[in-house]
């Protein structure tokens, strides 16, 4: 499981920005809704021996240690890529960040916040949003990533690779309030676009 700098955002969400603040506060907990922090990256750029910080199956729990820098394990994965790296452009990161709410609504998701960052971390995709508890975030995950392929692919193909992720990401289910608000602005003030607000009464 190729991860971005998901997993680290999961167990440290903390406050870094390059980008515009947000403008409103967090939102609640969603009475009767689950709320998913999901984070997948893009195809190649985070390969597990990597200097940046990698997870796998075994190393994949919160509080668990990164994998440890193996550059036989690294040139392995990279000799077996199909094509090149995916890093997105500031027009791929404003579309995706223009969509998103509209894919929420595709999939009866309640849309909180997203954000592509831009560089040196235009490399992954965040959302914070509210489902129905029967639906686990994994499943959710997997419908982002067809639905923006498609919208990606439309405006510009296929990348060599065969694909604009990764495989696998970072979902974690929130239930804690303090988390969620941290979760909300750590989001906010990486968008590529400026934060504008979709929350009623907010």
């Not at 392995?76 to 579309?95: C, H, N, Y």
């Not at 988390?179 to 907010?202: C, D, E, H, K």
Request: hydrophobic share 35%; aromatic share 8%.
């Amino acid at each position: 499981m190729n991860l971005p700098p998901s997993d680290s955002a999961s167990r440290d969400v903390s406050s870094r920005s390059s980008t515009p603040a947000p403008s409103a506060d967090a939102p609640a907990l969603l009475p009767g809704r689950t709320i998913w922090h999901i984070t997948f990256g893009t195809y190649g750029r985070r390969l597990h021996g990597a200097n940046e910080p990698t997870v796998d199956r075994q190393h994949n729990q919160t509080g668990a240690a990164f994998l440890p820098v193996d550059p036989i394990r690294h040139e392995r994965e990279e000799k077996s890529m199909r094509g090149s790296a995916v890093r997105l452009s500031a027009s791929q990161r404003a579309v995706i960040e223009a969509l998103m709410p509209a894919i929420c609504q595709r999939g009866q998701w309640d849309y909180l916040v997203c954000a592509a960052p831009g560089p040196p971390d235009d490399d992954h995709v965040h959302s914070l949003l509210g489902a129905d508890p029967s639906v686990h975030g994994k499943r959710i995950r997997e419908w982002l990533k067809r639905w923006l392929t498609e919208e990606l692919d439309q405006r510009w193909g296929r990348p060599e690779g065969g694909s604009w992720w990764a495989v696998g990401g970072s979902t974690r289910a929130i239930k804690d309030a303090c988390y969620l608000r941290n979760a909300y602005l750590y989001i906010g003030r990486q968008r590529t676009t400026p934060w504008v607000n979709r929350l009623p009464g907010v």
